[in-house]
């Protein structure tokens, strides 16, 4: 499993994260982070990829301190990374193929000289074809990147996936398609995904379970339905009245 202990970052005086704990169990699993721009979602989310350590406090990746941790190969490849498709998470002068066929073979997933093989499977399972792998990142659409984005972070058979705002660049009707196919594989590959959003309306298509980040504290955290039905901090209210819905 995954966990953030007792998290706090500062910069200069002020925390961004305060003392924040979360856990990440294995398996098919979605946990929601929600909160305001600028409550620290992104902040958290790169502390539990080992991009930032934190002022105070430890993540622990199966029990062991990622900041102590000789060996940091098995962790690297366990969590991955998808986030909102910028155009710039990918780099532009590589064909998105020679990505992910970069990316086998730094982690060694599969035999040399197999990896182009591996690379067509990796895109079915997105719904793409053989014929995008010959593509540079600008000759797709938005949710053709985010694809490609999807396919590489599973090209290393992670464990946990934290996606940051994997779809909030993309018009809704892509956005859903996107939901169900990480939806999909996260059953498929049993999953473990930490979804940050700040639209409750993206967390419930995707998350049983949420958590409340505000000013760098989760003010509250539970079961999706039991924090829609009854919220008990004022900004869980807040982002739940926010959402448009059909008059019932
Ligand atoms: N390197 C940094 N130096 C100083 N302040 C930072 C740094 N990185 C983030 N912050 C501040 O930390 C706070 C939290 O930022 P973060 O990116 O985690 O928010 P967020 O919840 O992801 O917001 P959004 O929904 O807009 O993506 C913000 O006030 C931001 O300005
Ligand atoms: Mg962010």
Redesign the pocket.
């Known amino acids: 499993m995954l966990e953030a202990r007792d998290l706090t970052v500062r ?2 005086g ?1 925390a ?1 994260l305060d003392r924040v704990s979360l856990t990440l169990p294995e398996g098919p699993y979605g946990l929601g982070l929600i ?12 502390c539990l990829l080992g991009l930032l350590p934190p002022t105070r406090g430890t993540v622990l990746f199966d029990g062991a301190d990622i900041g102590r941790m000789r060996r940091q190969r098995p962790f690297r490849r366990a969590v991955q990374i998808v986030v909102q498709d910028t155009e710039g998470a990918l780099d532009p002068r590589m064909r998105v193929g020679t990505a992910i066929a970069e990316v086998l073979r730094a982690h060694r997933m599969v035999p040399r000289g197999t990896e182009r093989e591996r690379v067509v499977g990796l895109l079915a399972d997105v719904g793409l074809s053989a014929e995008h792998a010959t593509r540079y990142p600008h000759q797709l659409s938005g949710g053709q990147r985010q694809r490609v984005a999807i396919a590489r972070a599973l090209a290393v058979r992670p464990r946990f996936l934290v996606l ?2 994997p779809t909030s660049a993309l018009d809704t009707t892509v956005q859903a398609r996107i939901l169900r196919l990480l939806g999909g594989l996260r059953a498929e590959h049993r999953l473990s995904c930490l979804l ?1 959003s ?1 639209d409750l309306l993206v967390v419930e298509q995707f998350c049983r379970h949420v958590a409340v ?1 505000r000013h ?1 504290r989760i003010v509250e955290e539970g079961l999706l339905a039991d924090v829609l039905r009854n919220p008990r901090h004022p900004a869980t209210r807040r982002l739940r009245d926010a959402v448009p819905r059909l008059p019932s």
Request: hydrophobic share 25%; charged share 25%; glycine share 22%.
């Open positions: 910069y200069g002020t961004v909160g305001e721009s600028g409550s620290g979602k992104t902040t958290l989310a790169r940051d705002e940050v700040h980040l760098g």
